[in-house]
């Protein structure tokens, strides 16, 4: 991961968990607590989704092919 990606991964991040909850708090303050609350987790589910989508769903976690058992001839059938 280049230094923009860290960069840009780390300014999501705080923009999932900062905007829904300055949402959720002023929303919150002006009378609509279950508006801010909808809000809040809707943001921040998004944002969480984004984040897979984008950064983790691309990483190339299997094994390198051609390593594991091989078979013993001698109890094939």
């Known amino acids: 991961m280049n230094r923009n990606d860290t960069i ?10 900062i905007v829904p909850g300055l ?27 984004y984040i897979w989508y984008e950064w983790i ?3 190339d976690i299997t094994g390198p092919e051609g390593v594991g058992y091989e078979q013993d001839e001698s109890t094939e059938e």
């Open 23 to 49: 949402a959720n708090a002023y929303l919150s303050q002006w009378g609509y607590p279950w508006v801010g609350s909808a809000v809040w987790a809707t943001g921040y589910g998004l944002g969480v989704l």
């Open 57 to 59: 769903r691309p990483i």
């Open 8 to 17: 840009a991964l780390g300014l999501t991040i705080a923009a999932v968990v």
